[in-house]
């Protein structure tokens, strides 16, 4: 940080001009068009035509309005993400007593439970419309390529860029388990284990004969450095130091060591997650911990050392020399879509992660044609895959459609029929997905069974 206020006022510039209206009832970017002799009225060129609604529909920019006025996370899901990250900075740096700083977060705020109760998927990837790679309506958040789901690499970095300058204004679970989810998923997986391989896109489903495996280049290359970009910051993702609290707050349990910057402290993490959910904390010199205690395991969570609960977080008053273990029950979950999404469906989940049904672990079973029973999850065996020892697998029980491919004709007066036996089912991490090759089938959310009426 420079201290110096011209950065600062430009940023507050840039922040807080985008959308304002003038007496005409333009913005900069009409003014700018009439510049370079554009006329911002006339079509906005054939080449983008899809990106916009009508002429000077700035939504995609998220331009259309003042954020002060923004009710609702539209456009570009990348650019939306960086922005709101830069405003969630100017909040902090502006400071408590700024009326315009309070006005920004009240918006951020409304931009933040529009997007996490509306528009962002399970696995924590933002963006389900391909043409102007970002947000469509409220609940519109389909799995397959082809109906629209983009996913981009970049706009999870981004979201977990926005969580981690959210948890800096303010200690809430949230913000954290959201960073999660996209850390471990939609993140994670872009990436092939060996680090030469990604997707640009992150789709929940593909179909049998139709793989998307991680490409090794692209034309636009955003989303390979900005693996590399979050990844040489993990360690401000995990922590948070608040020195005139003496507090050190831990927001990812992740095995890694940390040296408070001019303290004689030293906190350590021992800890097998996300496969197994114990976390040893060992605390050298003098701090208190804030823990967060994640949203999987509100519930069933223990502490070896009482402490009090705000907004998701355990606070630990600060002690010299000292352990803590936190045990957080990692077990398999099930999952369920609000019903405006239309998906009655359910996704699996054990601790942080999201799990996928591949055919290339269920031989015996068409995945693209089963329903799973709405009953227990078990933990399966563990595997070895694509390098990575110990994978914890999860086990379900589904049943098959009955021959979908002697039906001919589109539509039948006959119902669909499903067999009567019961198949197991192996479901790996998401982020494993397309690793162990397969014929393509994959799938995040599953049909499950209704119980018919009597």
């Not at 699996?348 to 089963?370: F, K, Q, T």
């Amino acid at each position: 940080m420079t201290h110096h206020p011209l950065p600062l006022k430009l940023a507050r510039y840039f922040i807080l001009q985008r959308g304002q209206q003038d007496n005409n009832g333009e913005i900069y970017w009409d003014l700018e068009a009439r510049e370079r002799g554009a006329d911002p009225y006339a079509d906005m060129g054939t080449e983008h035509k899809a990106w916009y609604h009508g002429t000077r529909d700035y939504g995609y920019h998220q331009a259309d309005c003042p954020i002060f006025e923004a009710t609702e996370v539209k456009g570009h899901s990348v650019r939306a993400m960086y922005y709101y990250t830069a405003a969630t900075d100017l909040v902090r740096l502006l400071g408590d007593s700024s009326s315009e700083a309070a006005k920004v977060k009240l918006a951020l705020d409304r931009l933040w439970r529009d997007m996490v109760d509306k528009k962002v998927y399970v696995t924590g990837a933002l963006g389900s419309v391909r043409q102007w790679e970002g947000f469509g309506p409220a609940y519109n958040l389909n799995d397959l390529e082809t109906d629209g789901c983009y996913a981009e690499t970049c706009a999870t970095f981004a979201l977990i860029n926005w969580c981690q300058r959210m948890l800096r204004l303010e200690l809430k679970s949230e913000y954290a388990d959201v960073m999660e989810i996209g850390l471990y998923n939609g993140f994670l997986g872009a990436v092939s284990i060996e680090g030469d391989a990604f997707y640009y896109q992150n789709v929940l489903r593909t179909k049998s004969g139709c793989p998307k495996d991680r490409s090794k280049w692209f034309g636009v290359a955003c989303c390979p450095p900005n693996v590399a970009k979050l990844l040489g910051s993990m360690g401000s993702l995990i922590y948070s130091i608040k020195s005139e609290e003496k507090l050190v707050a831990i927001h990812l349990f992740i095995e890694s060591e940390l040296r408070v910057p001019g303290e004689q402290v030293v906190i350590t993490q021992q800890t097998n997650l996300p496969w197994s959910g114990q976390v040893v904390i060992t605390v050298k010199g003098t701090t208190g911990l804030a823990l967060r205690i994640p949203n999987w395991a509100t519930d069933t969570y223990d502490c070896s050392i009482k402490g009090v609960t705000k907004d998701g977080y355990l606070y630990i008053e600060p002690m010299s020399d000292y352990q803590v273990t936190l045990n957080l029950p990692v077990a398999p979950r099930k999952i369920y879509a609000n019903p405006m999404t239309g998906k009655d469906e359910i996704c699996i989940a054990r601790g942080p992660l999201i799990y996928c049904i591949e055919d290339v672990d269920n031989s015996d079973v068409d995945v693209d044609n089963i329903i799973l029973l709405d009953g227990p999850l078990d933990d399966g065996k563990s595997l070895r895959i694509a390098g990575v020892d110990d994978v914890a697998t999860v086990t379900a029980y589904a049943r098959q459609l009955q021959t979908p491919s002697t039906v001919s004709s589109l539509y039948t007066s006959t119902p669909w029929k499903y067999e009567d036996n019961v198949r197991q089912v192996v479901a790996v991490p998401y982020f494993l997905r397309a690793n162990e090759g397969g014929n393509g089938a994959m799938r995040v959310w599953t049909g499950r069974q209704h119980v018919p009426i009597s």
